[in-house]
């Protein structure tokens, strides 16, 4: 079994992060359930199973777990409310845990609802998508959407530690794995050139459960050292944001008009989109800019948009990033395949050029 523990400036925000494969029947132990005044579950409705498995192995009754609808739907203050509701009602305590069971969507509602009761009670994540295990459970952020901007309100609280089974994935359908797979790509690219090779090497549906573990493993060694260098994303936290600048606004415009593109989806074009800049401002070569183009499509990723969307319309969407400060977009970019820089500031018709680089059917330089 793999462990790593996350370390920020604050004392009491360690983090252990276990990952293997069987680790939810290992819970009691690994966990120290004794510790705990009292212990809930809340579960992803696409988490049936996980949270069967959990409930088991800790002897959880059903009248202490709560099912909430995975996905962005329950990410509200509706959702938050209901959470509070249900600590109130099982009357957690300042020693209480709560176990999150279910993909980023689910962590974060429960991340921020742990995070504000009684200020700040313990939590679990126990992450069940690709996703959520190499990149929403871990690093302390958790959040909610208000007023139609994602992650407006939230908090930074660290887990109390970071399960991470393996074996959860085998129910999660190729697609939601495919987008959790562009978060392990960006891993490579900005932190480790040879894990970037390795895991562009096939397509990220064909590595064993065996495999998975040691690539997951990898990607939390690399965002669990980022978060620990910056928790609070004044700095080099930043660079995690690479592809996500075009990403998000390509994921926004999509989502509202369709044909709609997962997170991994979206990101993974805003990733082709940001190295195209990188190379076009002299940090990354021509070659360098192919590697990643085939890279991605090799693990299965797309790198171009699957129907035109105008670029004036994604231009206004990467404006309104919430990473923006006074007015600037400032840039998570790479300086070489398995290194990147952040703030840098980028010439308008640069932008401009790039977001038709990214259309259907594009050529890459
Ligand atoms: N806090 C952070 O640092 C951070 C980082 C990245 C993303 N996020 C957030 O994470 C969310 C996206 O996370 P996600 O990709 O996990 O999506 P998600 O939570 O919406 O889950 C995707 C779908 O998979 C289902 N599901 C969960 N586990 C499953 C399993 N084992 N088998 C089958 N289905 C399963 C869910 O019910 C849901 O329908 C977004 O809200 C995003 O803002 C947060
Ligand atoms: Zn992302």
């Not at 293997?20 to 696409?46: C, F, H, M, N, W």
């Not at 040691?214 to 609070?232: G, P, Q, T």
Request: net charge neutral; with cysteine; charged share 20%.
């Amino acid at each position: 079994m793999a462990t790593l523990d996350v370390n920020v400036a604050r004392v009491e925000s360690h983090s252990p992060l276990w990952v293997d494969r069987g680790l939810l029947e290992k819970l009691p132990s690994l966990i120290q359930s004794a510790r705990y005044s009292s212990i809930v579950v809340v579960a992803d409705t696409g988490a049936v199973k996980a949270r069967d498995r959990v409930c088991t192995a800790l002897g959880i009754p059903h009248s202490r777990v709560l099912s909430v609808q995975g996905g962005e739907a329950q990410k509200n203050t509706e959702g938050l409310m209901r959470l509070w509701e249900f600590f109130v009602e099982q009357n957690l305590d300042r020693r209480s845990l709560v176990i999150t069971v279910g993909g980023g969507a689910t962590s974060d509602l429960v991340g921020f609802a742990a995070a504000t009761y009684m200020r700040g009670i313990a939590f679990i994540n126990i992450p069940t998508t690709l996703l959520a295990q190499v990149d929403a459970s871990i690093g302390g952020k958790a959040g909610i959407n208000f007023h139609g901007v994602k992650n407006l309100l939230g908090s930074i609280a660290q887990p109390a530690g970071i399960v991470i089974d393996i074996d959860t994935l085998e129910t999660l359908p190729e697609r939601e794995l495919r987008s959790g797979f562009a978060e392990i790509v960006k891993h490579g690219l900005i932190a480790d050139r040879d894990y970037f090779d390795t895991v562009t090497s096939k397509r990220c549906t064909a590595w064993s459960a065996d495999e998975m573990v040691a690539l997951v493993h990898r990607s939390c060694e690399i965002k669990k050292r980022v978060v620990e260098s910056d928790e609070r994303e004044q700095g080099p936290r930043k660079t995690l944001n690479f592809g996500h600048s075009i990403g998000h606004a390509v994921e926004s415009f999509s989502l509202a008009h369709g044909p709609s593109l997962t997170h991994g989806e979206a990101i993974s074009i805003g990733m082709y989109g940001e190295a195209y800049i990188s190379h076009r401002i002299g940090k990354i070569s021509a070659a360098d800019l192919s590697t990643i183009d085939q890279g991605l499509r090799a693990a299965g990723l797309p790198t171009r948009l699957p129907t035109p969307i105008p670029t004036a319309e994604l231009r206004s969407l990467i404006s309104r990033d919430k990473k923006n400060v006074g007015g600037h977009v400032k840039w998570s970019l790479l300086d070489r395949i398995g290194s990147a820089v952040f703030d840098i500031v980028v010439p308008e018709e640069l932008i401009v050029e790039v977001l038709s680089a990214i259309q259907p059917g594009a050529q890459s330089l």
